[in-house]
């Protein structure tokens, strides 16, 4: 009997831990944006959290994006050899890069170096009770720790995102000209050709949430850390598998309302 109780015990303290764990994320989200009014608490922060979230991010997000763009020209070339006209690598480099992989690998990097950076430090916080001492002292630990982590994604992912499409996409022009006997000419007109402004637009909308995703996801598991130490890696592991996980959602389903 206990061989059927035990996995239908589990499933259901996993049901249950996921329940409170989204229960508390959504309270922490209504918290925070009662907590904007605070600007005397928050706004001192903000341009620390921006340099921290997004400038800090730059070389991670540049050199991924570099080698993409390097890959998808290769791979393309490859791909559409005696089938299709070679400018069509252009068309397929600057497509791919500006509505997929430019703001999902550059999400997905960040949540590892961001996500996680955030979830030690407030887990730490917690931990050591100092979260504690500022409610003591009567300040709001959501309007200083969450507010300006929050909307430093929302405002400096976006950045970081052009930055790595744009990377990418040179990286796959001079690829064009150097490895595949393409001229610029050539690699322009299928970048041109099927460009549309709404692809940035769409790159945008998505690095907005992703940046929202992985800074809220970081404070969440922070803030609610337990169990000293052991607790904060826990937190801090969760935090990037959660955020993972959920930037890939993010990705489905703008793709299947936005596209």
């Known amino acids: 009997m206990s061989v059927i109780v035990r996995p239908l015990q589990a499933v259901g303290r996993g049901a249950l831990h996921f329940v409170v764990a989204i229960g508390r994320s959504g309270y922490l989200a209504i918290d925070a944006i009662q907590a904007l009014r605070k600007l005397d608490l928050w706004g001192p922060h903000l341009l620390s959290q921006m340099a921290r979230v997004g400038v800090d991010s730059v070389p991670i997000a540049l050199f991924i994006a570099t080698?993409?763009?390097?890959?998808?020209?290769l791979q393309a070339s490859y791909t559409f050899t005696g089938a299709?006209?070679?400018y069509f690598v252009g068309t397929l480099v600057g497509k791919t890069m500006v509505l997929e992989l430019g703001p999902v690998l550059t999400g997905l990097a960040l949540a590892g170096r961001?996500?996680?950076?955030?979830?030690a430090e407030i887990g730490t916080m917690r931990v050591t009770e100092q979260i504690d001492a500022l409610e003591t002292l009567a300040y709001d630990p959501v309007a200083y720790l969450?507010?300006?982590?929050?909307?430093?994604?929302?405002?400096?992912?976006?950045?970081?995102?052009m930055l790595a499409n744009a990377t990418g996409v040179v990286a796959g022009w001079v690829?064009?000209?150097?490895?595949?006997?393409?001229?610029?000419?050539?690699?322009?007109k299928g970048l041109q050709m099927y460009f549309d402004p709404w692809d940035v637009q769409f790159s945008m909308i998505k690095s907005v949430t992703f940046g929202i995703t992985v800074t809220g996801v970081g404070c969440s598991f922070g803030y609610h850390t337990r169990g000293g130490a052991e607790g904060v890696g826990r937190a801090t592991t969760r935090a990037v598998v959660v955020a993972t996980m959920i930037l890939l959602a993010l990705d489905a389903f703008w793709a299947a309302v936005l596209l």
Not at 114 to 119: K, L, T
Not at 150 to 158: D, K, R, T
Not at 175 to 187: I, K, P, R, V, Y
């Open 67 to 73: 080698f993409t763009g390097i890959v998808l020209a």
């Open 84 to 86: 299709m006209p070679l």
């Open 114 to 119: 961001v996500g996680a950076s955030i979830a």
């Open 146 to 161: 969450v507010v300006p982590r929050v909307l430093a994604g929302a405002i400096m992912f976006p950045v970081v995102v």
């Open 175 to 188: 690829t064009a000209q150097g490895l595949l006997d393409m001229s610029s000419a050539e690699f322009l």
